[in-house]
């Protein structure tokens, strides 16, 4: 369209022609498009750029209504709004509304003016047009970036920070920065970054300023950082500081991340760590870590070097130089374990026991184990194992095998004195094979072994306090009836030689209890000076017929007033105490306490306060040799295998002295001189005690007791025959059964006061037939008291026994105070006055 203006055709209506030229210009050049409105809002000029910019002629134009001439129909109404609140005389005011023109819909911006009218003439609206729609699509752009910048900006999950660059305050901080650091953004901006940090070094504001000087110079930094957010709280982050360029200006971005988690997981996985390498090399054992190929050794504890005698360093070096030290004997049985495991998934298992010759040409017996190591999916990759010094416990095995050879020569030589009692004896060597064999299976498992020599020598004290029961109530049955001085000398000999016997019964059943953790220790106040004068009291007459000296030497500052078990230290000394004298044959022995450090004074009992004495056992004796110290107080050993046949002895008194001393806190040693004397040494803990122990009231001598109806239940005649000649004797009435089914049907039948019940009987056993006798439908009967009569002597047999259903217990051999205490029991329940179950009486 030709859009030349015809300088005839005037303006528009009293427009200042004498302006002509000059206003030409600024009418056309004032935007895309001027128009001349009036008061309605009808055209009365337009320019020419304005009419190329409709695609229009002037006649088309002029004297139409401009909105519904040429604007957007949603734009009209607020055009006339915005007409109509305009200033009549000199007002202005801008506006922006959508155009129809000849390229289509355009936008548009506008500056009106009120003109004021002239002549009498209504005012006008003066608007200039600039076509901004190109404009304005750049400006949605940048708009939707920076949302899109402000969406990511903000969803990212690491705070990020916009610093200035040469000040360092934070100018913009991301909301996930708000949330970890807990300030507002505008607290934010008012903050620089030392005021995030921990406050010292190197964590403050040097160290950071530093960071940020190399990043500005084009040296991304990445490092760890203790921060501090608004409530105090330290915790640890990583920061990645980079220059960037930010609306034209260089800034520093900090991305900062949250570690917290993984510096506490790796600390844990530190200390996992350091408690491993602290585990594997303090334990005694081999713990070793390869390849599941086995060629490869990753990890081998210090005790290698300790058992092989050859340095770790060799094995990183050449994995399978471990077998250059085994046996040759054993070398190609070890080489076929493994070759059999190559090639395979590995799972638990164990090598055959091998031994090992250490460069000092000693030998080792070990075991081997090992097991499989999975990751998270459950596939091997790494093969571990534990390699166990089983010298000792083979040595221990073959020892047991001697005593237990002793220990049948025992009982063959009973068999032929004491033919009565060869169904016992069949039943024991049985009993006895049968824990051979369970041992010999136990043998692979390294655990179990000193488990089942405790359970084995247990129920062999057992089986012999059995037929020991016989021949000690025998022998006091026979006591009552008139002797000769011969027969009475003879009977002594008897209960000598059964008492000694059950001192070597007792002494294995000791040893037992404490090798299966089954023996504890009381805690009651004693005097210390008294126990040792019952010691001297005791050994004194035995010390006086060899012609020997003994004495008691306690420092003055000893305290005398403790708190533990009396009987248990008694029996440390008396067994001390008993080989020095026995293998002393001039001069004499010494006692001597004092305490390891400063003794306390008595009132620091208050505080309970625990007091470490020094024991001697000092003797003029035969003494030890050196290579025999080392091994005295293992069990069944002594010092010299004739020293048995001289002087008699289990081998076991210092073996379970040791095992006491260790349970009173404390170690032992020796020191001697053979042909001059030894010096056994002890250290015990006990807690000072402030008040004395309360002396025990004398017992009133128990009323005579009333016949009673008693039933002997017991399948050993011997056994039978004792008791009953003792109920007999005491004026009851006694009905005597073999087996447990007897008895239910004798109490069936007729009621009784009590029932002695043995537990072990072929048939029905002591505890079915008690709680058969229990079941019975006359309450009468099946409430008769019931005293458990056994050789199970072990510690938590007497409890088991009262839980079964038991109201007493008695152990053999059988005293006959403990057979009136439990008549007494039985008597009061009759009566009325029932004690509690089981009161009183030792448990064996």
Not at 652 to 661: D, E, F, H, Q, Y
Not at 820 to 843: E, T, W
């Amino acid at each position: 369209m030709n859009t030349t203006r015809n300088p005839d055709v005037p303006l528009a209506p009293d427009l200042p022609a004498h302006d002509g030229p000059l206003f030409a210009t600024l009418w056309e050049t004032a935007g895309d498009i001027v128009v001349l409105l009036d008061r309605g809002a009808r055209l009365e000029a337009i320019s020419d750029r304005g009419l190329a910019l409709l695609g229009r002629t002037r006649a088309q134009c002029l004297g139409r209504g401009w909105p519904d001439l040429a604007v957007a129909p949603e734009d009209r109404a607020r055009l006339r709004r915005e007409l109509e609140a305009l200033p009549e005389n000199g007002g202005t005011g801008l506006a922006e509304h959508d155009l129809v023109t000849a390229r289509g819909t355009r936008r548009l911006a506008w500056a009106l003016a009120a003109l004021p009218g002239r002549d009498g003439r209504p005012p006008r609206v003066l608007a200039c047009g600039r076509d901004i729609t190109d404009m304005a699509a750049t400006v949605k752009t940048l708009r939707e970036n920076e949302a899109a910048y402000r969406c990511i900006f903000n969803a990212a999950s690491d705070a990020i920070f916009l610093n200035d660059a040469e000040t360092g305050a934070y100018l913009e901080a991301n909301e996930r920065a708000v949330a970890l650091y807990g300030y507002t953004p505008a607290e934010l901006r008012a903050m620089s970054p030392a005021g995030l940090s921990a406050g010292y070094p190197p964590y403050g504001a040097e160290e950071i300023r530093e960071k940020t000087r190399l990043a500005r110079q084009g040296q991304p930094q990445l490092f760890e950082w203790l921060s501090r957010d608004k409530a105090g709280r330290l915790f640890w982050t990583e920061v990645n500081l980079r220059q960037g360029l930010h609306s034209g200006r260089e800034r520093i971005i900090a991305v900062v991340r949250d570690i917290t988690e993984r510096k506490m997981a790796e600390r844990a996985l530190r200390e996992s760590e350091k408690k491993f390498r602290q585990l594997a090399e303090t334990i005694d054992e081999v713990f070793w870590l390869g390849s599941p190929d086995w060629k490869r050794i990753f990890y081998i504890s210090p005790a290698y070097e300790r058992l092989w005698g050859r340095s770790t360093k060799s094995l990183y070096e050449s994995p399978l130089s471990w077998l250059d030290a085994v046996h040759p004997e054993d070398r190609e049985q070890v080489l076929g374990a493994l070759t059999a495991l190559i090639g395979r998934p590995v799972t638990p298992g164990v090598l055959p026991e091998y031994r090992v010759v250490r460069p000092d040409g000693s030998v080792r017996r070990v075991q081997a184990r090992y097991f499989p190591v999975a990751d998270d999916t459950g596939v091997a990759y790494r093969v571990a194992g534990i390699i166990e010094d089983v010298t000792d416990r083979y040595a221990a095995q073959e020892q047991l095998k001697r005593v237990n050879e002793r220990l049948e020569d025992m009982v063959r030589e009973r068999t032929r004195t004491l033919n009565r009692m060869n169904q016992e004896l069949i039943r024991e060597v049985t009993e006895r094979r049968d824990a051979e064999a369970a041992m010999a299976m136990a043998k692979e498992a390294a655990e179990a072994a000193s488990q089942a020599k405790s359970a084995f020598l247990a129920n062999m004290s057992h089986e012999i306090r059995t037929p020991l029961n016989g021949i000690l109530g025998m022998a006091q049955i026979l006591a009552a009836t008139p002797l000769d001085g011969p027969q009475q000398g003879f009977l002594k000999d008897i209960e000598e030689s059964a008492g000694s016997l059950l001192a070597i019964i007792n002494d294995i059943l000791d040893f037992s209890k404490i090798e299966a953790d089954r023996l504890e220790l009381s805690r009651e106040p004693f005097g210390l000076r008294g126990v040792l004068a019952s010691v001297e009291a005791g050994l004194g007459v035995l010390a006086q017929e060899k012609g020997l000296g003994l004495s008691v030497d306690v420092a003055e500052d000893v305290p005398d007033l403790l708190l533990g078990d009396a009987d248990r230290l008694r029996q440390v000394l008396v067994n001390l105490v008993g080989n020095a004298v026995k293998f002393t044959e001039h001069g004499g022995v010494v006692i001597g306490v004092q305490c390891v450090e400063a003794c306390l004074p008595p009132e620091a009992a208050e505080d309970h306060a625990s007091q470490e004495l020094l024991f001697s056992v000092s003797d003029t004796g035969i003494g030890i040799g050196a290579e025999d110290a080392s091994r005295i107080f293992e069990p069944f050993t002594q010092a010299d295998d004739s020293y048995t046949r001289r002087f008699g002895g289990t081998g076991l008194g210092l073996a379970i002295t040791k095992r006491l001393v260790a349970l009173m806190g404390g170690s032992i040693g020796l020191e001697s001189v053979p042909g001059q004397g030894s010096v056994f040494t002890f250290t015990a803990r006990f807690e000072l005690e402030a008040y004395p122990p309360e002396p025990a009231a004398a017992a009133p001598s128990p009323p005579p007791l009333p016949p009673m109806d008693v039933l002997l239940a017991d399948d050993n005649r011997v056994h039978r025959d004792i008791i009953e000649k003792w109920l007999l004797r005491r004026g009851h009435r006694v009905v005597a059964v073999a087996d447990g089914q007897e008895a239910v049907d004798a109490v069936a039948r007729a009621p009784f006061d009590l029932v002695l019940m043995d537990i072990q009987m072929p048939g029905m056993g002591g505890l079915e037939a008690a709680r058969a006798i229990r079941a019975l439908p006359h309450p009468g009967r099946a409430a008769v008291s019931i005293a458990a009569v056994t050789a199970h002597a072990m510690a938590g047999d007497r409890e088991r026994f009262l839980t079964a259903g038991m109201d007493d217990y008695l152990s053999k051999p059988v005293v006959q105070r403990e057979l009136d205490r439990v008549l007494a029991g039985a008597a009061a329940k009759v009566s009325g006055a029932v004690p509690p179950p089981g009161q009183a009486g030792p448990d064996g």
